[in-house]
């Protein structure tokens, strides 16, 4: 696994339930160092062992902890670049909704070795969508779903959001989207240095 996916699994443990919290979780998972390099490359039972005990330890289930690490990834002020890459897929949710099939490309653009699951977004009709996620590790459909809530949010819209499972190796992810401007969305300027809130 990339480092900069478990480095991210890190900052959202140590951000969200404080650096105790994450020095337990190293130390159940064996890892025997205290924190990840954003740039090496890890035995994906590392990042195994590392989700299991943050569920061990938070007393949740994985996918639960997977779908908070989805929207910390957007909603943390410290990861405000991945926000904004994300933001660039459209003015509007369902823009942006739209744009998901180029988001391993431009991924890859800003880390060329990173490689996220394939993304198939299909139009089911009356605001009704299935996002496809394939190849990507186990779960991540479920960060998916995380991302999805927060970045509904980010644009003001109202989604309902489900988890539909994972078949052949690819999981689905139902989005129906109620309104697409249920409420104002965040700040959001094209200009990287800008201000606001």
Known sequence: MHGL???????FLRDTYGPALWHAVARSAGLGFDSFEPMLIYDDALTEAVLGAAAHHLDRPRDSVLEDLGTYLVSHPHLEPLRRLLRFG?????????????????????????????LELIEEG???????????????????????????????ALAMLDH??????CERIQVHLLD?????GRHFDLAAGSTGS
């Open 164 to 169: 539909n499972g994972c078949e052949r190796g």
């Open 90 to 118: 459209g003015v509007d949710f369902l823009d942006f909704l739209n744009s998901l099939d180029d988001l391993p490309g431009r991924s890859h653009m800003a880390v060329p070795d990173l490689d996220l699951p394939q």
């Open 5 to 11: 996916v478990n480095r991210s699994i890190q900052s």
């Open 126 to 156: 009356g605001d009704h969508f299935t996002l496809i996620c394939c190849g990507g590790p186990k779960g991540f459909g479920h960060v998916m779903v995380g991302i999805l809530r927060a970045m509904a949010d980010d644009y003001g």
């Open 180 to 184: 697409h401007a249920f409420a104002q």
